[in-house]
């Protein structure tokens, strides 16, 4: 057994049974094993950020890491910004990246790079394997990292020579440590807080934001008159019919200002004191009104939901003290495309159990009323705000739960990002449905342009906020990569198109041109 072979047995024996890989001649030996140890499911990406989202989205929806397979430094690099975006929704991969063999680095051949500098700021664990006899224990040792509490990204790079050289066997993954409950001295805090009689917020993330969290966030809420929100982007929320909706934080800090000015006192249940996304001139960078004091009930990698549980026990607040909550008709739009028509046919469209992925930026900002009253789904969003999130995403998505329709939306700049998600759906015979919003322009940087105080945009200015000289042609791009494709362009033919993609298993695409 060569030390790539312990690596994937370890990886197997250690659960992590999916890799997303766009190997190179580095990881042959990685390759070669795959034919040799049943278990592992390898899926091909074309590019190293669809890998690397792919792994966040495998995560948010399964709980447990998959493993990338990168070549060298840059393979690496080009699946960073993805990783960015796993690191700030605190998912849990491992990475496993090839490097030169040993004694090849000295001669600085093209390929040489500082690997470990590359991934230290999106990895909390790090490491390079010395010799092969090492490998199958710094992989299990990258497992439980990656297994942490909270989850977190490991990289294990991997020199050439470890992984064909002879190695010792297969690694156990050490025991992971039971998850961190909460404080009860911090529940018995936000108690005292929620008793006041201030206005109050409680602002609630991660793992809080599950249907059983949800509806104890609600009894508190209903016992106490506080007001309940999550952090504009989430990693995971629950939504739909017989799901307690909240609201989000505004995205434009005015609109965040004047959503939070009235509040005294913030609880945070694993969420972070809210924050501008950009800095703009004469506007503030933390949101929340001067002299609100902020109050932590627990943070990430504490058990939010058992906490939430224990404050309503101190609370006294029960199911029936819930108010109930109206929702929004599901109406069936007609007529023009608009930013409403779009939000409603979606809305209508939502299968039970379906995950959304969302990168809709400008055309979905209308989305979150409508859809509280679609089937029951998870949401996705992008924590980390590098853009071709959602196209990649989706892809692990589906690869975790191949039992549930995947739809995927997203603007056509970010599409053009990791476009080559499609192919892997369609190799994979993923059950997604891509949504691409062509309005031919970064619209979002339009609307930051006037808020940065830029002045009027001139023509050179114009070019580089359009897509146009050449259209894109989103269908055909789809087609040539095995994926069926259409383009919309009324609100009837998006519920026709929406229909026949939800009818039908495996990946579809519909353009809808704005």
């Keep these: 057994m060569n030390g790539a072979e312990s690596l994937v047995r370890t990886l197997v024996g250690g659960g992590v049974n999916v890799c997303f890989a766009n190997p190179g001649t580095s990881e042959m030996h990685f390759v070669a094993a795959l034919d040799r140890v049943e278990g592992m499911r390898c899926v091909l990406g074309l590019f190293e950020g669809v890998v690397t989202g792919a792994a966040d989205g495998y995560f948010r929806m399964r709980g447990v890491p998959a493993s990338t397979l ?121 108690a005292k807080v929620l008793r006041g009689g201030a206005q109050t917020l409680l602002l609630i993330a991660g793992t809080a934001l599950t249907e059983r969290g949800l509806a104890l966030a609600a009894q508190i809420s209903g016992k106490t008159g506080c007001r309940l929100m999550n952090p504009t982007q989430n990693s995971r929320i629950a939504r739909g019919r017989a799901r307690f909706a909240i609201d989000g934080i505004p995205y434009v800090v005015d609109r965040a200002v004047l959503a939070l000015k009235d509040f005294k006192h913030i609880v945070l249940v694993e969420a972070d004191e809210p924050v501008a996304f950009f800095a703009y001139p004469n506007k503030p960078s933390v ?79 209308d989305l979150v009323h409508p859809t509280r009253a679609a089937a029951p789904h998870d949401w996705l969003q992008d924590m980390g705000g590098a853009i071709g999130f959602s196209m990649p995403a989706a892809t692990g998505a589906a690869v975790a739960c191949p039992d549930r329709k995947v739809i995927s939306l997203v603007g056509d700049g970010s599409a053009m990002y990791t476009i080559q ?94």
């Design 287 to 365: 949101v929340k009104p001067a002299g609100c004091e902020v109050h932590r009930m627990t943070s990430a990698g504490e058990d939010s939901v058992v906490a939430l549980q224990a404050l309503a026990h101190e609370l006294h607040a029960t199911p029936q003290d819930v108010r109930p909550q109206k929702y929004a008709e599901l109406i069936k739009p007609r007529g023009p495309l608009t930013h409403i028509s779009i939000s409603q046919a979606i809305a209508r469209a939502i299968p039970e159990n379906a995950i959304l992925v969302d990168e809709s930026l400008t055309a979905g900002r």
């Design 421 to 514: 998600s499609l192919w892997t759906q369609a190799r994979e015979g993923l059950d997604v449905v891509t949504v691409i919003f062509a309005n031919r322009s970064y619209q979002i940087l339009r609307g930051e342009f006037d808020k940065v105080g830029a002045g009027e945009p001139g023509k050179r200015a114009q070019d580089m906020l359009q897509l146009d000289r050449p259209t894109i042609d989103f269908v055909a791009l789809a087609k040539s990569m095995g994926v069926p494709g259409r383009a919309i362009t009324t609100a009837d033919e998006f519920n026709s198109a929406l229909e026949e993609a939800m009818r039908e298993p495996g990946p579809r695409l519909i353009e809808v041109k704005m």
């Design 70 to 190: 990168l070549h060298l430094g840059p393979g690496l690099a080009n699946g960073l910004a993805n990783l960015h975006n796993a690191k700030k929704a605190r998912s849990g991969i491992v990475n496993i990246v090839g490097q030169h063999a040993g004694y090849h680095i000295g001669y600085n051949a093209p390929l040489t790079t500082d690997i470990e500098g590359l991934a230290a700021p999106m990895s909390a664990w790090v490491r390079t394997s010395s010799d092969a006899k090492s490998v199958a224990r710094d992989g299990a040792a990258a497992i439980a990292a990656a297994k942490a509490s909270p989850p977190q990204i490991a990289t294990l790079i991997l020199p050439a020579d470890t992984a064909w050289k002879e190695a010792e066997g297969v690694a156990a993954v050490p025991t992971k440590l039971q998850i961190s409950n909460y404080s009860s001295r911090a529940v018995d805090h936000a």
